[in-house]
T-cell receptor, first 114, second 115 residues
Framework: KAGVTQTPRYLIKTRGQQVTLSCSPISGHRSVSWYQQTPGQGLQFLFE???????NKGNFPGRFSGRQFSNSRSEMNVSTLELGDSALYLC?????????????FGPGTRLTVT | AQKVTQAQTEISVVEKEDVTLDCVYETRDTTYYLFWYKQPPSGELVFLIR??????QNEISGRYSWNFQKSTSSFNFTITASQVVDSAVYFC????????????FGTGTRLTIIP
């Protein structure tokens, strides 16, 4: 089985712009979660989607949003980018939602905001 | 609120030595899950193990072993006969019961194996 794929792998944006990141889960996995990783804050949970519905949301401003499609693929969007949004954004998928299932992570998208 | 503490920021050991990575967690949930992930330089988090709160049996997988002790809220990870390929950042994580399901990560321990 192919693993979790994320596109693009690298991205450079300017402050004030918006960005959309894409995640394709492992085939058959229906839950997708997003995380932000920065040197200062570490790994932080953004949100989780299951069956096109957001199940959980972390403590991030409304500029961060996401969605999931019927084929379980997911996108996250960040509007009005700030310098502090520079980070590695990781997507993870699991067969079903809930903590009993381990999450499999993609390689991440490294976003740089200048 | 849930919390995971990995007090060891960086550890360096010589190849073939044993090394233990510490993880201490806090949660009010009765049912919870503990995880270890490895993040090599490539950046992708690799799942190593999941443990639920009702299973305190230690686990061994090859050179890796995990010690779960509810009495001390710890879930420590030991690598026996370390190898250079073990060099990575290791994260301990916690997921709780309904309402606390999001994965909470520790700050990670950077492990360097010196050849």
């Amino acid at each position: 089985k192919a693993g979790v794929t994320q596109t693009p792998r690298y991205l450079i944006k300017t402050r004030g712009q918006q960005v959309t990141l894409s995640c394709s889960p492992i085939s058959g996995h229906r839950s997708v979660s997003w995380y932000q990783q920065t040197p200062g804050q570490g790994l932080q949970f953004l949100f989780e989607y299951f069956s096109e519905t957001q199940r959980n949301k972390g403590n991030f401003p409304g500029r961060f949003s996401g969605r999931q499609f019927s084929n379980s693929r997911s996108e996250m969007n960040v509007s009005t980018l700030e310098l502090g949004d520079s980070a590695l954004y990781l997507c993870a998928s699991s067969p079903l939602a809930g903590p009993a299932y381990e999450q499999y992570f993609g390689p991440g998208t490294r976003l740089t905001v200048t | 609120a849930q919390k995971v503490t990995q007090a060891q920021t960086e550890i360096s050991v010589v190849e073939k030595e044993d090394v233990t990575l510490d993880c201490v967690y806090e949660t009010r949930d009765t049912t919870y899950y503990l995880f270890w992930y490895k993040q090599p330089p490539s950046g992708e988090l690799v799942f190593l193990i999941r443990r639920n709160s009702f299973d305190e049996q230690n686990e061994i997988s090859g050179r890796y072993s995990w010690n779960f002790q509810k009495s001390t809220s710890s879930f420590n990870f030991t690598i026996t006969a370390s190898q250079v390929v073990d060099s990575a950042v290791y994260f301990c994580a916690l997921s709780g019961d309904f309402g606390n399901e999001k994965l909470t990560f520790g700050t990670g321990t950077r492990l360097t194996i010196i050849p």
